[in-house]
C-alpha cells in the first residue's frame, strides 16, 4: 500500500476520533461502594458515608411524584454518582445511560439564590432522565446518527498516491432527543408537584427584572441554545427557561410540560416550535411574546415604587458583569474587589481601587469569595483553586499576596507557558495545601484566619493559627449544612457568619472565637446573608430578600432592632463598613450586572419587629442507615451511533458503539464502515483508568478498493483492481500533569499491504497476488499542552495562549523495495529504516484591537536523523498545514514552518434561527505562510525544495444544530506564490495557484496527525 496513502488514513483516523478518549483524573485512591434501592443505584466513594444514605432517600422520594407526572419510568434503576474530589458544584444527567453524576459542594453561586443542594440537584438531574426519555424518537440506546462526507484533493500527475489530503471534510449529527436547553433546564428547574426542591427565588428574579427593565432579555432564538454566551448569558437561559415554564404553568396549566415533551417524540419534528403550537394553539414566537409582556407588566409597579424612595448610593465600578465582595483597606483610602473584568467567565481576580485618583490596579490575577487586607494593609489574603494535586483534583487553598513584589524572570515566566513551572503569581504565599478553604478574614491581631473549610457535601468554619499552622473546628456539621463569609468582630471575640442548615433559610450567626456554640442573630423566612460589623462593634450590616429584593440592613445586638439602609433596583449583597463608619461598600446588581456601589446616605428606616424573627432550629430526624456493597465493575449499556458516509463518492454504511464502566474506569469503543466493494473502516480503543496514568490499546484496519483496467503489451500483464490495507495496533499510556500538560508514550506497529487481481496482457492466468509493503514500528513519546484563555469565543478565535506539541519516534521500518525468485515463490524484498524525528508545532495566540481581534503565529519544526525513503517524510501542505499548496506536494527529511494570521470578527452576533440551524458567529482570516521542507542533500536545488510562500483568506462560522451540537464551518482560499517542488529532475515546473478548503465538524481543524503532521 503506497505509504502516502497510509499518511492520508492515519490523520483522518486522527480527525475521526477527536474527543473520543476522556483522559481527566483518574483517583486511583478512591474506595467505592453502592447503595442499592428500589429505583436507583447510588455510588459514592470515602468522605461521603454520610450523604450517600440521604442523597439515596432524596432521589427515592423524588422519583414517585416526577414518574408521575411525566408518566414515565426508565426502563433501570437510575445510577447517582456522587464525587468530591473538585471543589466543583454541579451535576449532569446522561439520559441515555440513567446515569447522574454530581459534584457534592455547595453551589455558592453569585447568580444563584440559597438552597439545599443535595435534593435540589438530584431532584433536577432526575427530571432531565425521565423528560428527557419522554421525547426520544429512539431507543436510548441510540441518541443520534452521524453523517461523514470526504472529498480529496489531488496531487497532479502523481503515480504514488493513490489518495490526497481531504479538502472538503464533513461531519454532522441528528439527534434523536431534541429540545431546545431553555424548556430542558426551565422544566429541571420546575421539577415536579411533590418534588420541588427549588424555587423561583429573588436572585433569579433579580437577574430577570434587570434585563427587562434594561432591555437586555434573551430573545426566543438566543434561549433556545448556549452556543457562544458568557457565564451570565448561560445564567439566563436557566433564568429565562425557569420564568417562561412558570408562565406557562400560570397560563395554559401544568399538564401542558409533558405533552410538549410527548410532541417532540414524534420522528419528523425537529422544531420546538411546532410542538407548542400542538400543545398550547399558539406559535412560539406568541408565546414569547405574551411572556414579556407579563414580565414588563409585573415589574413596572414595582420598579415604580422602587423610584419613589431611591437609596443605592455611588457607582464605583462596573468593568465585566461580576463585581464582587467590596473591601475597604485599614486606612480606607483603597477599596479592594472581585472582578471578571477583561473575562466572559466566572474567574475573578483581586483589584484594588484608589479613592485619591480612581486608578485600579491587579492584586492577584485569580481569588475566589471574600478576602481580607493584612492588618498593615500591605498584603492580602485569599482563596482560590490550586493547582491539580497529585490525583489531578482541583481544590481550593489559602494564599497571601503582596502586590508590590518584583515580576518573575523571563525563565520563569517562559516555564510557566509551556506547562513546566508551578502556576503561582509574583508575591504569592500558600498558606495551605489540600484544605478546601475560602473566605478567609484576618483576626484583628492578625495571628489568626478565621475561614471556611469544604467537604462531605457540607462546610465548617475553622481557625488556622498562623504561627502553629494548625487548624481548629469552631462548628462539626456533617449534614450538609454550609458556612459562608465569616468576619471577626473588631475586638476579635466573637466571628459573624451566615448559616443555612437544612429545611430552613440562611441566616446570621454568630460565635465566639474560643468556641462553643453559636447565636442566630438574625433571621427571616427569607435569605439573611453576608454580616459585617459596624467599626465600634455594636451592629452587624448585612443584606436580607425579606422583600423579594436584596437591600442592606443593620442590626443592633443589643437592642435587636432592625434598619433598612438602601432601596435598589437589582439587590444589594456584601457590605463593608469603611473604618471610620461612615459610608458602606457593596455589589450591587445593576444595569451590566455586579457593580461596586458606596452610599454614604443610607435610608435608616425601621423595619417592623415582625419581620425578623429568630425561631428554634428543629433537627431533622436521622433516617435508618441503609446497607451498602463494594463496587465492583459494571458497564452500562453499549451506546450505538448509526453512521453513514461518502467517501470519495462511495456510499459507506456503519456505526459507531460504545460502552464504559459506571465510574469510567474502563472504556470500550467501536466504529465501523462498509462499502459496496468491502472497502472498509475500523476502529477500536479500550482505556484502563483504574490508574495513573491512563493506559490505552487502539486497533485498527483500513481498506481500499480500486476498480481499474490497467493493460500493458509490452510488459504482458493486465490489472483489473487493487486492494490496499492498513493494519495497525497502538498501546501505551497518557498522563495528564499537575500543571496542564499531557504526556503521551505509546508503542506503534504498522502493517501495509497491495493485493491485486491481475493476469497476462491477453487475459490468461488471471490471479491474486499479494504483497506485504510495509512492517514498522514507532516508539512515541509526545509532550502538549493546551493553555488557551477560555472566552465565549475562544472556538472560532483563539485569543490568548497557546497550543503546542513537541515529539519524539523512534522508527524500524522494513519497507517493500522488489521481489526476488525463490524456486516457484516470488518473495518480497525490504529495505530496512531505522531512524529518530523530533518535531515541535507551537502555536501562539495574542489578542489586537480592534475589538475581539486576534494574531496567531505558528512555528512547526521537524527533522529526521538519516535518509529513508520519502514515503517517511514530513509533509507540510494542505489543510493542516500550508494551504496553498497539496499535503504531498511539500515532503523532507527537514521541515519549517511559519505562518500568521489576523482573525476578526464580520458579525459577532446573528442570532437567527433557520430551520435546525442557530446562527451565531462569523469570523473572517487573512493569513500568510512561509515554509520548507528538504532533505539537505545536493537533489533539493534540482527539485526546487526551496521556501514556499503562501497567502490566503478564511471564513469560520459558528453555529448549533438541533438546540444541542455544535457545529462549525470553515472556508479557506488560499493561493501558494512558488512553484510545487519536482518528483523528479527534469519534469516541468508548475505553480501552485489557487487552493480551496471547506468543513464542517464539531470544531475547527487546528493540527492532526500523529508525527508526520
Not at 8 to 13: D, F, G, S
Not at 347 to 366: F, G, I
Not at 624 to 636: G, T
Amino acid at each position: 500500500m503506497s505509504h502516502k496513502l497510509t499518511q492520508t488514513i492515519l490523520i483522518l483516523l486522527a480527525l475521526s476520533t477527536q474527543g473520543l478518549a476522556q483522559f481527566d483524573a483518574n483517583h486511583p485512591e478512591l474506595n467505592w461502594r453502592v447503595i442499592e434501592t428500589e429505583h436507583f443505584k447510588v455510588y459514592y466513594h470515602q468522605g461521603l458515608e454520610k450523604l450517600a444514605p440521604r442523597a439515596a432517600q432524596v432521589a427515592e422520594d423524588a422519583y414517585g411524584p416526577i414518574a408521575s407526572f411525566y408518566n414515565f419510568d426508565p426502563d433501570s434503576k437510575v445510577r447517582i454518582i456522587l464525587k468530591d474530589t473538585e471543589d466543583y458544584a454541579n451535576g449532569a444527567a446522561y439520559y441515555y445511560h440513567n446515569t447522574i453524576e454530581i459534584w457534592v459542594s455547595n453551589l455558592d453561586f453569585a447568580l444563584r439564590g440559597s438552597t439545599d443542594w443535595l435534593p435540589n440537584v438530584i431532584t433536577h438531574e432526575l427530571t432531565h432522565i425521565i423528560a428527557l426519555q419522554l421525547a426520544r424518537k429512539s431507543s436510548r440506546r441510540i441518541p443520534a446518527i452521524f453523517v461523514n462526507y470526504l472529498q480529496y484533493q489531488g496531487e497532479g500527475k502523481r503515480d504514488d498516491i493513490l489518495a490526497g489530503y481531504p479538502n472538503v471534510l464533513a461531519a454532522y449529527a441528528i439527534p434523536a432527543t431534541i429540545i431546545p436547553p431553555w424548556f430542558a433546564e426551565g422544566t429541571a428547574q420546575y421539577m415536579a408537584p411533590g418534588a420541588q426542591h427549588d424555587r423561583w427565588d429573588s436572585h433569579r428574579d433579580m437577574v430577570l427584572r434587570q434585563a427587562t427593565r434594561n432591555g437586555s432579555l434573551l430573545t426566543r432564538d438566543e434561549m433556545s441554545v448556549f452556543g457562544a454566551k458568557t457565564g451570565l448569558g448561560f445564567e439566563k437561559v436557566y433564568d429565562h427557561g425557569y420564568s417562561l415554564t412558570l408562565f406557562m404553568v400560570d397560563t395554559f396549566g401544568r399538564d401542558k410540560l409533558p405533552e410538549l415533551y410527548r410532541q417532540m417524540k414524534v420522528w419528523w419534528r425537529t422544531d420546538f416550535g411546532g410542538a407548542i403550537r400542538a400543545t398550547l394553539g399558539i406559535s412560539a414566537s406568541e408565546l414569547h411574546t405574551r411572556w414579556i409582556a407579563s414580565l414588563k407588566k409585573r415589574y413596572a409597579d414595582q420598579i415604580a415604587q422602587i423610584e419613589t424612595n431611591l437609596a443605592q448610593g455611588d457607582l464605583i465600578r462596573d468593568d465585566g458583569y461580576l463585581n464582587l465582595h467590596p473591601r475597604w483597606s485599614p486606612d480606607g483610602t483603597k477599596l479592594a474587589y472581585l472582578s471578571n473584568k477583561g473575562r466572559d467567565y466566572g474567574r475573578t481576580s483581586l483589584m484594588v481601587y484608589t479613592l485619591a485618583d480612581s486608578s485600579v490596579e491587579l492584586a492577584a490575577p485569580s481569588a475566589v469569595t471574600a478576602f481580607d487586607w493584612s492588618t498593615d494593609g500591605e498584603q492580602f489574603l485569599y482563596a482560590r483553586h490550586s493547582q491539580p494535586n497529585k490525583y489531578g483534583g482541583r481544590q481550593w487553598d489559602l494564599y497571601t499576596i503582596d502586590p508590590k513584589a518584583s515580576k518573575s524572570s523571563l525563565f520563569q515566566n517562559v516555564k510557566t507557558a509551556i506547562g513546566l513551572a508551578r502556576a503561582t503569581f509574583p508575591g504569592e504565599t500558600r498558606l495551605s495545601t489540600g484544605s478546601r478553604g475560602i473566605h478567609p478574614t484576618y483576626s484583628p491581631d492578625g495571628t489568626q484566619i478565621a475561614f471556611v473549610k469544604n467537604g462531605g457535601g457540607t462546610t465548617n468554619l475553622c481557625i488556622l493559627d498562623i504561627a502553629a499552622d494548625t487548624i481548629r473546628y469552631l462548628t462539626t456539621f456533617d449534614d450538609g449544612s454550609q458556612v459562608a463569609t465569616p468576619r471577626w468582630s473588631p475586638d476579635g471575640s466573637q466571628i459573624a457568619f451566615s448559616l443555612y442548615r437544612i429545611s430552613t433559610s440562611r441566616d446570621i450567626a454568630t460565635i465566639s472565637a474560643t468556641g462553643g456554640d453559636y447565636t442566630v442573630r438574625v433571621a427571616s423566612r427569607e435569605t439573611d446573608r453576608d454580616p459585617c460589623w459596624t467599626p465600634d462593634g455594636s451592629s452587624l450590616v448585612f443584606a436580607s430578600d425579606q422583600d423579594g429584593i436584596f437591600n442592606l440592613y443593620r442590626v443592633n445586638l443589643s437592642s435587636g432592632t432592625i434598619d433598612r439602609l438602601t432601596r435598589v433596583y437589582g439587590g444589594a449583597f456584601q457590605p463593608h463598613v469603611h473604618p471610620d463608619g461612615d459610608r458602606i461598600a457593596y455589589a450591587h446588581y445593576g444595569k451590566n450586572a455586579y457593580e461596586i456601589r458606596v452610599i454614604s446616605q443610607p435610608l435608616n428606616e425601621p423595619v417592623a419587629a415582625n419581620i425578623f424573627q429568630v425561631n428554634p432550629f428543629a433537627a431533622t430526624t436521622p433516617k435508618p442507615a441503609i446497607a451498602s456493597r463494594p463496587y465492583k465493575n459494571e458497564f452500562s449499556s453499549t451506546t450505538i451511533l448509526p453512521r453513514l458516509a461518502i467517501d470519495s463518492g462511495k456510499l459507506k454504511l456503519g456505526a459507531i458503539a460504545g460502552s464504559d464502566d459506571v465510574l469510567r474506569k474502563q472504556t470500550f469503543f467501536i466504529s465501523g464502515l462498509l462499502a459496496h466493494d468491502l472497502d472498509m473502516d475500523l476502529y477500536a480503543l479500550y482505556e484502563y483508568r483504574k490508574r495513573r496514568p491512563t493506559f490505552f490499546l487502539e486497533a485498527y484496519r483500513i481498506s481500499r478498493h480500486v476498480e481499474e483496467d490497467i493493460i500493458s503489451r509490452d510488459e504482458d500483464f493486465r490489472i483489473y483492481n487493487r486492494t490496499f490495507a492498513l493494519t495497525g495496533i497502538e498501546i501505551g499510556g497518557k498522563y495528564t500533569m499537575r500543571r496542564g500538560g499531557t504526556i503521551d508514550a505509546r508503542l506503534v506497529y504498522h502493517r501495509t499491504g497491495a493485493v491485486l487481481d491481475q493476469a497476462r496482457f491477453n487475459g490468461l492466468n488471471r490471479d491474486i497476488v499479494g504483497a506485504t509493503t510495509l512492517n514498522g514500528f514507532d516508539l512515541a513519546f509526545t509532550y502538549r499542552l493546551n493553555a488557551i484563555g477560555r472566552s465565549r469565543d475562544s472556538e472560532i478565535n483563539p485569543r490568548s495562549g497557546r497550543r503546542l506539541a513537541l515529539r519524539y519516534d523512534r522508527y524500524f521500518n522494513w519497507f517493500i523495495s522488489g521481489f526476488e525468485e525463490n524456486t516457484s515463490l516470488i518473495i518480497e524484498t525490504y529495505d530496512r529504516y531505522f531512524y529518530n524525528q523530533l518535531s515541535l508545532d507551537w502555536n501562539e495566540f495574542i489578542p489586537v484591537a480592534p475589538g475581539r481581534s486576534a494574531l496567531s503565529f505558528r512555528f512547526f519544526g521537524g527533522i529526521i536523523d538519516s535518509e529513508v525513503d520519502d514515503t517517511f517524510d514530513f509533509f507540510l501542505g494542505g489543510l493542516p498545514g500550508m494551504k496553498g499548496y497539496t499535503f504531498y506536494s511539500l515532503e523532507g527529511r527537514r521541515a519549517l514552518m511559519l505562518r500568521s494570521a489576523y482573525r476578526f470578527p464580520l458579525w459577532s452576533r446573528i442570532d437567527r434561527q433557520t430551520g435546525p440551524i442557530y446562527s451565531d458567529q462569523l469570523y473572517g482570516a487573512f493569513f500568510a505562510g512561509i515554509a520548507r521542507a528538504w532533505d539537505g542533500t545536493s537533489d533539493d536545488a534540482i527539485l526546487k525544495r526551496g521556501w514556499k510562500r503562501e497567502l490566503g483568506t478564511q471564513l469560520r462560522y459558528d453555529a448549533t444544530s438541533f438546540y444541542l451540537f455544535p457545529t462549525r464551518a470553515s472556508l479557506d482560499v488560499a493561493y501558494g506564490f512558488d512553484h510545487v517542488p519536482l518528483q523528479r529532475a527534469g519534469d516541468p515546473l508548475e505553480r501552485s495557484g489557487l487552493k480551496i478548503y471547506f468543513t464542517l465538524l464539531f470544531g475547527f481543524v487546528t493540527d492532526v496527525g500523529k508525527g508526520n503532521f
